[in-house]
């Protein structure tokens, strides 16, 4: 079966940085996506990562290893407006979303 | 641009109703998509469609029926609604697929009661 796993809830404090962690099987990889979705609202694109390394847009970046199934999504300079959940999704061999249940970052002041 | 727009935000159906979820895009994506997403789960494909005319089941049809006469209308279709289909329905769009991004509506809330 196909599985996307991240960490259900997580707590960073304001000016800090945070690491969210997705790790994946899924029958083929075209590509990892990261969302970003405030409650009550819909899912917002925030990276994509195909081939191994770092992907860098302003305070974030987003890492891939392959040959390991796992992205590690990373927040620096934390804001308030930060929190939301992040839904990590991997594009499989039919070219379909699968989909995380996503983190709940918490940021305290 | 209004980018992707469902109506409506909510709605509530008796159990064994039916109803049709609106999704309109302006950005002329050849790719649409249905999910729905319920607490503590990730967003599941319903239906999805490359293009006016072609539409294909995704992960979790059952229940559902969809159509795709033009290209900026996708429209979801609920028949004998179940208290199961309780959700939250997102409809997407992008222009590709590998290292597209989807574009989301605000989501329709849907009870069954």
């Known amino acids: 079966g196909q599985n996307i796993d991240q960490p259900t809830e997580m707590t960073a404090t304001e000016g800090a940085i945070v690491q969210i962690n997705c790790t994946y099987q899924?029958?083929?990889?075209?590509?990892l996506f990261w969302y970003q979705q405030h409650a009550g609202e819909a899912p917002t694109f925030l990276s994509y990562n195909v081939l191994d390394g770092l992907e860098e847009k302003g305070r974030f970046s987003s890492f891939l290893s392959r040959s390991k199934g796992y992205s590690d999504l990373l927040l620096k300079e934390l804001q308030m407006k930060d929190s939301a959940s992040y839904l990590c999704a991997v594009m499989d061999s039919n070219y379909q979303l699968i989909w995380g249940a996503g983190t709940k970052l918490i940021i305290k002041p | 641009n209004a980018g992707v727009t469902q109506t409506p935000k909510f709605r509530i159906l008796k159990i064994g109703q039916s109803m049709t979820l609106q999704c309109t895009q302006d950005?002329?994506?050849?790719?649409m998509y249905w999910y729905r997403q319920d607490p503590g789960m990730g967003l599941k494909l319903i239906y999805y469609s490359v293009g006016a005319g072609i539409t294909d089941k995704g992960e979790v049809p059952n229940g559902y029926n969809v159509s795709r006469s033009t290209t900026e209308d996708f429209p979801l279709r609920l028949e004998l609604a179940a208290p199961s289909q309780t959700s939250v329905y997102f409809c997407?769009?992008?222009?590709?697929?590998?290292?597209?991004?989807?574009?989301f509506g605000p989501g329709t809330r849907l009870t069954v009661l």
């Open positions: 950005m002329n994506h050849n790719y």
């Open positions: 997407a769009s992008s222009y590709g697929t590998s290292g597209n991004e989807q574009f």
């Open positions: 899924t029958s083929g990889f075209n590509g």
